[in-house]
């Protein structure tokens, strides 16, 4: 039989355990409290970026009713900007890093696949027939356009920061412009031979 000491004791590590959990219930709750606040100025802080993102869109694409004509290969089509009279320079003290007013092509979300051609290939290796085809640079977004309706996925928030980086990493590719890719000189002349 348990002695009445013994029972004390035990009935003071029960209240012990009671404290602790109380105290780590209630730490819970405060890091709750906390998570909630960080996904509430993250999603802040993505609405900031996203606005951001398309003040430089805006700002990119610069006149929005020049005309586009289209060139197809194979079922897809690639926008390809039509030659634009050559806007002048403000040359007021500000640095221009890059013409503003050139056409960016925009992207197109939501995309249905009209085929599965690159559903099972790299960015890379899709890319690089993309280029052969074409015969001229293509704007990361034209890629993606032409990637999707091949049936590519991605995963990403910014599938078009995914293409420009693995294409800027592998040597078969050459930034030509801001965010426009060719295929690298030693690769074409293999095209031709």
Known sequence: MIDGNSITAL????QQIRNAQAQLTLRLQEI???ADALRAEIASLEATAVQMER??????IGNPSASVSRLAIDEYEIVKPTPVEQFPVDISG???YFNQHRRVPTRTENMQPVSQRFADRTITQACTLLLRESGRPLHVNELYNLLTA???QFSGKNPTIS???SLSRNGRF?????????LA?????????
Not at 11 to 14: I, Q, T
Not at 55 to 60: L, N, T
């Open 163 to 165: 293409i420009a980086v």
């Open 32 to 34: 709750g409290a906390e």
């Open 174 to 182: 050459e930034k030509v412009d801001p965010g426009t890719f060719q």
């Open 94 to 96: 500000n640095v221009t």
């Open 185 to 193: 000189t030693r690769e074409v002349g293999r095209m031709v031979s």
């Open 55 to 60: 003040r430089i869109d805006a700002q990119m």
């Open 150 to 152: 091949g049936g590519m």
């Open 11 to 14: 009935e003071s590590a029960v």
